[in-house]
C-alpha cells in the first residue's frame, strides 16, 4: 500500500529534537570521575528557559530527548513541566545516558530504557512514544525492546560520513578518557535519510518492524552532518549548504537536531566542559545562529513533534 504522510500538508515535514544531555555527562567525557549530581546548575536551569523562548518566537514544538536520571533531581521538575505545558514533547532518552550503552547487556539496555519511561510515567504523567539511544548507539535488540513496549519511533540513527573524524578528535584531540562513545558505526551510512520501518535483522535497511526509525538529517548525496552542534563549530554556511541540498535533492523531511550545551557557553558551564568543541562561542551568538535556523525551517516545513510525524507515517493515503 503506497502511503503519503500528511496528505493535507501543502509544505513538507520536519521536526526539531532536542538532546537534554546533562552537563555530568559531558564533563565525564573527560574525567571518568564526573557523576551525577555535582553540577552547580543543572542543564535545564541553564538552557530550558532559553531553547523554551527561542522555540516560542518561532511557534516551534519540539521534541525533548530527557535522560532519566534528571528528572530524580527536582530542580529540574519546574523546567520539564514548562516544557510540557507549551505543547513540546518528551521522548525517552535512557535513564543513565551511559557513554558505553551500545556495549552493555541486553537486560541492562532494557532496564536503562524502562527506567526512563517509568520515571517519566510517574513523575511528569508523560508515556513517551519516541527513544533515542546515547551517542547514536542503536542495535537490533534496542529495537525489538522498543517494539515490544509500544515505541512510535526511534531517532537513534545518524547517517554520516564524520563518524571517523568525530571519534579521531573525541580520542586524540579532546581526550576522551571513559568517553570512547560509538558515536553511531560506519554500519548507518546504509540507511535511508527518509524515515522507514527498520529490518529486524538489520536495522539499517528498511523491513517490517513496528516502529518507525526517523533519523537525524543529514546532507543528501554527501551525508555530512549540519545538525546544530557541528554548526556551531563550522558557522552558519554549514546549515545553510544542508538546507539547500534538502531543500533541492533531499527525501521530503528534515529531522533537525539540537543539544541543549548548544545555545550555552563557557561562561555558564564548569571548567571541564570547556573542551567541548563550540564552548568558545558567546551564548548570545548561538542563539541568534538557532533563530534563523528555526526561521528556515518554520518558512520550508510543517514543523511537528516526532510523534506527530510518526502517526502521520501511519496514515493510509488518501
Same mark, same amino acid.
Given at each position: 500500500?503506497?502511503?503519503?504522510?500528511?496528505?493535507?500538508?501543502?509544505?513538507?515535514?520536519?521536526?526539531?529534537?532536542?538532546?537534554?544531555?546533562?552537563?555530568?555527562?559531558?564533563?565525564?567525557?573527560?574525567?571518568?570521575?564526573?557523576?551525577?549530581?555535582?553540577?552547580?546548575?543543572?542543564?535545564?536551569?541553564?538552557?530550558?528557559?532559553?531553547?523554551?523562548?527561542?522555540?516560542?518566537?518561532?511557534?516551534?514544538?519540539?521534541?525533548?530527548?530527557?535522560?532519566?536520571? /534528571?528528572?530524580?533531581?527536582?530542580?529540574?521538575?519546574?523546567?520539564?513541566?514548562?516544557?510540557?505545558?507549551?505543547?513540546?514533547?518528551?521522548?525517552?532518552?535512557?535513564?543513565?545516558?551511559?557513554?558505553?550503552?551500545?556495549?552493555?547487556?541486553?537486560?541492562?539496555?532494557?532496564?536503562?530504557?524502562?527506567?526512563?519511561?517509568?520515571?517519566?510515567?510517574? $513523575?511528569?504523567?508523560?508515556?513517551?512514544?519516541?527513544?533515542?539511544? +546515547?551517542?547514536?548507539?542503536?542495535?537490533?535488540?534496542?529495537?525489538?525492546?522498543?517494539?515490544?513496549?509500544?515505541?512510535?519511533? /526511534?531517532?537513534?540513527?545518524?547517517?554520516?560520513?564524520?563518524?571517523?573524524?568525530?571519534?579521531?578528535?573525541?580520542?586524540?584531540?579532546? $581526550?576522551?578518557?571513559?568517553?570512547?562513545?560509538?558515536?553511531?558505526?560506519?554500519?548507518?551510512?546504509?540507511?535511508?535519510?527518509?524515515?522507514?520501518?527498520?529490518?529486524?535483522?538489520?536495522?539499517?535497511?528498511?523491513?517490517?518492524?513496528?516502529?518507525?526509525?526517523?533519523?537525524?538529517?543529514?546532507?543528501?548525496?554527501?551525508?555530512?552532518?549540519?545538525?546544530?552542534?557541528?554548526?556551531?563549530?563550522?558557522?552558519? +554556511?554549514?546549515?545553510?549548504?544542508?538546507?539547500?541540498?534538502?531543500?533541492?535533492?533531499?527525501?521530503?523531511?528534515?529531522?533537525?537536531?539540537?543539544?541543549?550545551?548548544?545555545?550555552?557557553?563557557?561562561?555558564?558551564?564548569? +571548567?571541564?566542559?570547556?573542551?567541548?568543541?563550540?564552548?568558545?562561542?558567546?551564548?548570545?551568538?548561538?542563539?541568534?545562529?538557532?533563530?534563523?535556523?528555526?526561521?528556515?525551517?518554520?518558512?520550508?516545513?510543517?514543523?511537528?513533534?516526532?510523534?506527530?510525524?510518526?502517526?502521520?507515517? /501511519?496514515?493510509?493515503?488518501?
Amino acid at each position: 500500500m503506497s502511503r503519503a504522510p500528511f496528505p493535507a500538508a501543502s509544505r513538507p515535514v520536519a521536526t526539531v529534537q532536542v538532546d537534554m544531555d546533562p552537563v555530568w555527562y559531558i564533563a565525564k567525557c573527560f574525567d571518568a570521575g564526573a557523576a551525577p549530581g555535582g553540577d552547580a546548575r543543572t542543564i535545564y536551569e541553564l538552557s530550558v528557559p532559553l531553547l523554551l523562548d527561542a522555540f516560542a518566537a518561532r511557534g516551534v514544538r519540539a521534541t525533548f530527548f530527557i535522560v532519566g536520571a /534528571d528528572v530524580e533531581d527536582a530542580r529540574n521538575i519546574p523546567y520539564l513541566e514548562r516544557i510540557v505545558a507549551a505543547g513540546h514533547e518528551l521522548a525517552n532518552h535512557t535513564y543513565d545516558h551511559r557513554i558505553d550503552f551500545k556495549r552493555q547487556p541486553e537486560d541492562v539496555l532494557r532496564r536503562d530504557v524502562d527506567r526512563c519511561a517509568e520515571i517519566l510515567e510517574r $513523575r511528569l504523567g508523560v508515556r513517551p512514544l519516541g527513544f533515542k539511544a +546515547p551517542a547514536y548507539a542503536a542495535s537490533p535488540a534496542l529495537f525489538r525492546h522498543l517494539e515490544r513496549e509500544g515505541y512510535l519511533y /526511534d531517532s537513534s540513527v545518524h547517517p554520516n560520513v564524520a563518524i571517523p573524524l568525530v571519534k579521531a578528535v573525541q580520542r586524540l584531540w579532546l $581526550r576522551y578518557d571513559q568517553g570512547r562513545t560509538e558515536f553511531g558505526s560506519l554500519a548507518c551510512l546504509r540507511a535511508p535519510l527518509a524515515a522507514y520501518r527498520p529490518d529486524a535483522a538489520d536495522i539499517y535497511r528498511p523491513g517490517g518492524m513496528g516502529l518507525w526509525e526517523i533519523p537525524v538529517s543529514t546532507m543528501p548525496l554527501v551525508r555530512a552532518p549540519f545538525h546544530f552542534s557541528f554548526v556551531n563549530v563550522a558557522g552558519m +554556511p554549514l546549515f545553510r549548504l544542508g538546507a539547500a541540498l534538502h531543500r533541492y535533492l533531499g527525501p521530503g523531511m528534515v529531522n533537525y537536531a539540537f543539544h541543549a550545551v548548544d545555545v550555552l557557553d563557557a561562561t555558564m558551564l564548569p +571548567p571541564l566542559v570547556h573542551r567541548r568543541l563550540g564552548m568558545k562561542k558567546p551564548s548570545r551568538l548561538k542563539l541568534r545562529h538557532m533563530d534563523a535556523v528555526l526561521a528556515a525551517l518554520t518558512a520550508g516545513y510543517a514543523v511537528r513533534t516526532g510523534a506527530e510525524i510518526a502517526r502521520g507515517l /501511519d496514515r493510509p493515503a488518501a
